[in-house]
């Protein structure tokens, strides 16, 4: 190596960022970066002065990374807590000559501050939410404004209500987005509403479902291609579905199945903001707002090593969860309703919902979420002959409600009274549910694990309907 080249190398060294050890193949350490004295809580002398073996057994690195590159003679990358107790992302890569391990360069980023910042973050969103309950239940000016603001979003529970304000305020940044939650709770609903409230409305919104394209086509829609660049690739060349969202927003559906060759792409497109097309060695600029959604815990599949570390710190600015509907079912009504509309328009018949209905509609479970719910209620629409909407007849089970097809007629519920409207059947429907919950279980712990919601909310429902455990 020239003096150039190695002035070069203590310049990189010295004054990066991240925090680098330079290690050979037995373990003893050879130079680190000056950064790394206050991580680790050692001086650039000391780690010097030791290997790899020594500072694990100390404590200062836990584990070290650079032993696994040397056990298994590949590239890592893996969390680490060292021994002031921060918390840091590292990775190594093997350097080989002739066929033989002689170095290790490892370099670790400080992830302390943004892990504190996200805390922040929580914090801020719960003292949000409180803020939002005590203040007349959340009818704040902002809050009343919300209605006029939602288009086609259908939420009228207060957690909803919510969640929809917390998106609506961070709408105009550019921030990224991690959309949480089972399947089917609203996950692209809200996504494109986020879309709708940005300053990005103009642009494209582009959905990717990561699960639906196939691997060995995924790099080639993702980042396109040019003309010639495999065999049967379009002669003109094809934009990719990054470049497609330039100006608007990209959103990632089932971010968790993507293949991890994809996760390191899609964290260069991130980091660099460019994209290059197979077969193409010229990078285009990229602009778009990233929102991704998974059902998955991507955290786990961290540690398993399915998901890139950098790649969830990178998409985890703003998690954002949404409840499950079992878990906000004020929100059935409006979902029902809207599901209705869109039948009748599309059937071109108008069917109305039988009184019957109802008490299934509120006391099923949806493991589906609102995608079951709709389902649901196609079965049923195509289901029932008349004007009248019944239970489904169509054979298929149901874990929410018994078919007509098993019973041979419409589950029995409380009649709809004269003048009564859906309000009071549904807080009548609630009473009835609940009166016979206090006779049956012992406590209101038991009432909430049987109907799906939080202890807290039994409480305030019994006491609305003035209602006491009889056991």
Not at 431 to 442: F, K, M, S
Not at 443 to 457: C, F, K, M, V
Request: charged share 25%; proline share 4%; net charge neutral.
């Amino acid at each position: 190596m020239s003096d150039i080249e190695r002035k070069v190398l203590e310049v990189i060294v010295e004054t990066a960022n991240d925090h680098f050890f330079i290690v050979d193949g037995k373990g003893r350490v050879l130079d680190v970066s000056p950064g790394a004295a206050a991580v680790y809580g050692m001086s650039r002398e000391r780690l010097t002065a030791t290997t790899v073996q020594q500072l694990q057994a100390d404590g200062v690195l836990k584990p070290s990374i650079t032993l696994e590159v040397i056990r298994t003679g590949r590239p890592v990358q893996l969390m680490q807590v060292t021994g002031t107790g921060r918390r840091v992302i590292a990775e190594a890569h093997p350097v080989y000559v002739d066929g033989r391990l002689e170095r290790i360069v490892s370099r670790s980023r400080d992830l302390t501050d943004l892990q504190l910042l996200q805390d922040e973050y929580t914090l801020l969103q719960k003292r949000f939410n409180e803020h939002l309950r005590r203040s007349q239940g959340g009818a704040s000016a902002e809050d009343g404004q919300l209605d006029d603001a939602l288009d086609e979003l259908r939420v009228r529970s207060g957690v909803m209500r919510e969640l929809a304000l917390l998106l609506k305020r961070v709408a105009p940044s550019d921030a990224t987005v991690l959309m949480l939650g089972e399947s089917g709770v609203g996950k692209t609903a809200f996504a494109r509403q986020l879309h709708r409230w940005s300053r990005r409305r103009q642009g494209p919104f582009v959905e990717v479902n990561c699960a639906a394209i196939p691997e060995n086509l995924f790099e080639s829609e993702m980042f396109g291609y040019q003309p010639g660049a495999f065999s049967g690739a379009a002669r003109q060349g094809k934009a990719g579905l990054l470049e497609q969202a330039q100006g608007g927003t990209l959103f990632l559906d089932e971010i968790g199945e993507l293949p991890l060759p994809m996760q390191s792409k899609l964290l260069k497109v991130i980091q660099d903001g460019s994209v290059t097309r197979l077969g193409d060695t010229r990078s285009r600029r990229v602009d778009f707002r990233l929102v991704v959604a998974t059902n998955q815990d991507l955290a786990r599949r961290v540690e398993t090593g399915a998901f890139r570390l950098d790649l969830y710190y990178r998409l985890n600015v703003i998690p954002v969860t949404l409840p499950p509907l079992r878990e906000r079912r004020e929100d059935i009504p409006v979902l029902a309703e809207a599901c209705l509309e869109q039948l009748n328009q599309r059937y071109g018949q108008r069917k109305l919902l039988h009184g019957s209905v109802w008490s299934e509609l509120m006391g099923g479970d949806w493991p589906g979420n609102v995608r079951e719910l709709e389902n649901w209620l196609e079965r049923a629409w195509l289901s029932s002959p008349g004007d009248l909407i019944h239970s489904p007849t169509l054979g298929g089970s149901s874990e929410t409600a018994p078919s007509l097809a098993l019973t041979g007629e419409a589950t029995s519920g409380p009649r709809l009274g004269d003048d009564e409207g859906l309000s009071a059947y549904l807080a009548r429907a609630e009473c009835g549910v609940l009166e016979a919950l206090c006779r049956t279980l012992p406590s209101t712990y038991a009432i909430a694990e049987r109907l799906g919601i939080s202890q807290p909310s039994v409480v305030r429902k019994l006491r609305r309907h003035g209602l006491q455990i009889q056991r």
